[in-house]
Structure formats: C-alpha cells, structure tokens
C-alpha cells in the first residue's frame, strides 16, 4: 500500500514549503488504477490540500465528468481535451489528479513536470500498456521521470492469476477503443498469450 511521503504544505520545523512529485499508478484494465488515484486524492482532501482532478475529455465511459471506477467509486473531474489546459485549472491546487493518462500526447510529461517543479503532487494513473502489449502513450516517460511508480495487477478473467495484460475481445486494431467488459479482459500473460494466438489463427482461415 503506498503512503505519501508527507501531506504537510510546511516543513514542521522549518518554514520552507515541500517540494512537489510525481506519482504513477500503472497497470492493466481492471487493476485498480482509477480506485487507488481516487483514495490517494480523497486522503488529500482529508488533509485540506486542494485538490485538481482531469481526465480526457473522450473518455464518457461512465460519466462526462466524474472520474469513475470499474466498481462504482467516483471523484468530481475536469475533462479536457490537452494537457496544456491543466495550467488554466491549477494555479492555486496543491494535488493534481489525472486519469486515463494513456490517452494524452507526450506533451502531458512536460506539463506534470512542470507542476511538480512548482510543488506541486501529481498523481497520473493510466495503462501502462495498449491491447497489443505495447507501451501505452506518454505512460513510460511519465514513470522515468516519477518519484514513485506503483503496478497495481487485475485478475486474469480466464484462470484467475495475477493480470498485467488487456485483451481485447474484438477484431478492431484501432489503438484506442473504449470500452469495458464488452470489449476486454484481464488476463495473465499465458492466457493473454494463448488468446492472441488464437485471434491470429482466425485472422488466417
Ligand atoms: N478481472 C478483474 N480483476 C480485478 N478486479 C476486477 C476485475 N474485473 C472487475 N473488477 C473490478 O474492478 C475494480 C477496479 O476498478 P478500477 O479501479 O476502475 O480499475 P482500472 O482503473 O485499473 O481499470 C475492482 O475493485 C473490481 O471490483
Ligand atoms: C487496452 C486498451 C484500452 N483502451 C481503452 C478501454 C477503456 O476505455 C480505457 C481503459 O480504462 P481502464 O480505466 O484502464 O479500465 O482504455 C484502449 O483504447 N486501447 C487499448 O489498447
Ligand atoms: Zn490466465
């Protein structure tokens, strides 16, 4: 379980502010990613730090503006559609949450750098790799340059290890797909493995 290194805007014994980070919570669909951004944020808000939260502004999944999990937990969002626009929300927040980080340009690594660079704590959970096992987006440059990195893991939907992979159900090849049961599964790497070839199979005949 991760615990913040100090919530306190103030050194206690000195009146020098705390320097900001960077956290990233990583994993595949299903992990935990979205309930562990929204305790990490909800304990910030128990601290009276003011909190910012974005997601992209195409992922209406479950709902236009709430950030919300797989099993219903949810957190007041700011959907937008470039990183840049987190600037024009942040200029008095100490927390920044962000969700589905996968979907943003690379442009998103300099934007949290620069939060952090200012004190800010920002927390970025997204999937650390798309439905063909490939690095997701801006996901690995935001984990080189995080203080802390935490892989949070499913459970495989077909023999119930421990899931780091997404499968997708469908024949689409579009990278991104949004979707939820319908469209994917967690899987172990033999079992994602073992579906991958057998997609590949069909693709064949
Ligand atoms: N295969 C699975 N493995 C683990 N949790 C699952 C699975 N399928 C559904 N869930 C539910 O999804 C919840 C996690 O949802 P969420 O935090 O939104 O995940 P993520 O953001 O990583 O997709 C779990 O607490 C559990 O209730
Ligand atoms: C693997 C994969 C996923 N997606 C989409 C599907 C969902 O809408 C989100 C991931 O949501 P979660 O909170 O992590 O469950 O991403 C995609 O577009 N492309 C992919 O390869
Ligand atoms: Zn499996």
């Known amino acids: 379980m991760f615990i913040e290194p100090h919530l306190g805007k103030y050194h206690r014994d000195k009146n020098l502010r705390t320097t900001g980070w960077i956290e990233v919570i990583c994993g595949s669909m299903f992990s935990g990613k979205t309930e562990e951004l929204i305790r990490r944020l909800n304990r910030a808000n128990i601290a009276r730090q003011k909190v910012e939260i974005f997601k992209p502004a195409i992922d209406t999944r479950y709902h236009d503006i709430d950030v919300v999990s797989h099993n219903s937990n949810s957190i007041p969002s700011t959907p937008i559609s470039t990183p840049q626009e987190i600037f024009l929300w942040t200029s008095n927040c100490e927390v ?43 996901m690995p440059a935001l984990m080189a340059v995080a203080e802390f990195v935490t892989k949070v893991h499913a459970i495989c939907a077909v023999c119930g290890s421990v899931a780091s992979y997404s499968f997708r159900l469908n024949a689409s090849q579009e990278r991104v797909l949004l979707g939820e049961t319908d469209s994917y599964e967690a899987r172990c790497r033999r079992c994602y493995n073992e579906g991958m070839l057998e997609q590949e199979r069909k693709r064949k005949l």
Do not use: W, Y
């Open 96 to 138: 920044v949450g962000i969700d589905e980080a996968q979907f943003f340009d690379d442009s998103l690594v300099e934007v949290c750098v620069t939060l952090a660079n200012t004190g800010k704590r920002v927390i970025i959970a997204g999937l650390d790799m798309d439905f063909q096992g490939r690095p997701f987006g801006s």
